[in-house]
């Protein structure tokens, strides 16, 4: 078969190790992939938004199999387009992506068929929006922008002033573009979070192993909100009671809900749960594998990935064995100086040949370019470097100890991944 990844990231990386230990994978392509990357897969100058320029070389190549990864693609309807090419892809159409392009349409969803979510009013008018955050006065108060936001649109307004200045950036400055032009304003709620990526083939839903993220750029969870400076997986909080509850009142709900409102969800969906007092409470939907989640969740699959997603875009997941190791892994992002705001790229990366030397240590490229034999730095975050070991503290001192092998000029990475799992 000769399959196409969309995207460019350390989850396509992750996404592709994994295709490939399918005799069947003859041939990986990557659009646009990155220097990392290409070691793996033969990457192809295609921007992952250009939805007539990635049907056509799917087309010119004779792809069987296309892997959509990245949000932007999937809310702008490349599925569709591949589809109506005559394409099979893994991912979900436009009409299912809504889950994460739109907060408003995800925030209904859940009102609608009682799945648990933080207590929200949707607003289109800066003013009316204003006047009643004044009237509710209770703070934190949470603001979300209706649309993609680089995963930046989620502000936690501590004050009124707060709350004021995030709702003139998002709905009258547009700094997330048009995605501001409706808001959420939704209750705070408190408690640990957990990331569970499911398999869906818009009837059955099977989750992976759990995961925890680390959204924030500095030790201890301070700094700003990035895409994720690390993962681990398990995560201690899901608990099998935990799990059970999950599955029952929002994973199982919630597909069934797409397919009612005629929108079956097929491909991965991420569920951002918080477990609050009062139970697990969905924080978001994205439609997608998460990034690093997938760098910690796919290591620990033991069925192969090709056929679960070949049989998912032939209605058959039920099936279909998915099954994951009882072991852990961590993933520690090693990131450019100053990232999530400005940093320098162009830095040379050292000691990426070392990675061997670290038992079960892989090392996924997210922003490198290849420079001959060497690698460049070329994003903000740059590298992923995963462990397995059979428990997570070790998985955690191995990621560890594989990421002191590398260095460039200003790598910037968090200390404490995995801290609060245990
Ligand atoms: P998102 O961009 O939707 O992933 O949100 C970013 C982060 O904001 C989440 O991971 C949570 O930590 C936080 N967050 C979002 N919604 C809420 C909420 N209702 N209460 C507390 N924290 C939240
Ligand atoms: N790591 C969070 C996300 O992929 O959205």
């Known amino acids: 078969m000769k399959l196409l990844v969309v995207g460019s990231g350390g989850r396509e990386h992750a996404v592709i190790r994994k295709l490939k230990e399918n005799p069947k994978a003859e041939k990986i392509y990557c659009a646009p992939g990155n220097g990392g990357i290409s070691a793996d897969a033969e990457c192809v100058p295609v921007k992952a938004t250009d939805i007539e320029g990635m049907v056509s070389f ?8 296309v892997v959509v990864t990245p949000d932007d693609p999937l809310v702008l309807g490349m599925v569709d387009a591949l589809h109506a090419a005559g394409i099979r892809t893994f991912g979900p159409d436009k009409a299912a992506a809504q889950i994460e392009g739109s907060k408003v349409f995800s925030k209904n969803l859940m ?26 006065g209770e703070y934190p108060v949470v603001i979300k922008a209706d649309g993609l936001a ?109 397919k009612a409102e005629g929108r079956p969800f097929s491909g991965c969906l991420y569920f951002g749960l918080m477990l609050t007092s009062k139970g697990p409470y969905v924080i978001e939907y994205n439609c997608r594998f998460g990034d690093p989640e997938t760098q910690v969740v796919l290591p620990l699959l033991e069925t192969d990935l090709l056929e679960i997603m070949l049989a998912i875009s032939e209605k058959r997941l039920a099936e279909t064995e998915v099954r994951f190791s009882k072991d852990s892994a961590a993933c520690v992002i090693l ?16 000691g990426l040949d070392a990675e061997g030397q670290v038992p079960g240590a ?15 730095t070329a994003g903000g975050r740059v590298l992923g470097v ?37």
């Open 58 to 65: 799917a087309k010119g190549q004779g792809v069987d199999f």
């Open 111 to 136: 009102k609608k068929y009682g799945i648990p979510t933080a207590a929200y009013e949707v607003f289109s008018d800066p003013k009316a929006a204003i006047a009643y955050i004044e009237q509710r």
């Open 150 to 258: 680089l995963g930046k649109g989620v502000i936690i307004a501590q004050n009124q002033t707060e709350a004021v200045d995030a709702l003139h950036s998002i709905m009258e400055d547009r700094v997330f573009g048009a995605s501001g032009s409706q808001v959420v304003v939704e209750e705070f709620l408190t408690g640990p979070e957990v990331s569970v990526l499911a398999f869906c083939d818009g009837e059955t839903v099977v989750p992976m192993v759990s995961s925890m993220d680390h959204k924030r750029a500095l030790d201890g969870d301070q700094g700003l909100n990035t895409g994720g400076m690390g993962t681990v997986a398990p995560n201690i909080h899901y608990t099998p009671e935990v799990a059970q509850t999950c599955m029952e009142r929002i994973f199982r709900p919630t597909i069934d809900a797409m």
């Open 335 to 350: 990131a450019s100086g100053g990232y999530p705001v400005k940093y320098e790229t162009g830095k040379q990366i050292s």
């Open 362 to 376: 892989t090392v996924y490229h997210a922003g490198t370019k290849r420079d001959g034999d060497s690698y460049l």
């Open 386 to 422: 995963t462990c397995t070991a059979p428990d997570g503290e070790q998985a955690v001192r191995a990621a560890y100890a594989a990421a002191e092998n590398i260095s460039f000029e200003g790598m910037h990475l968090r200390r404490d991944i995995g801290a609060k799992n245990r």
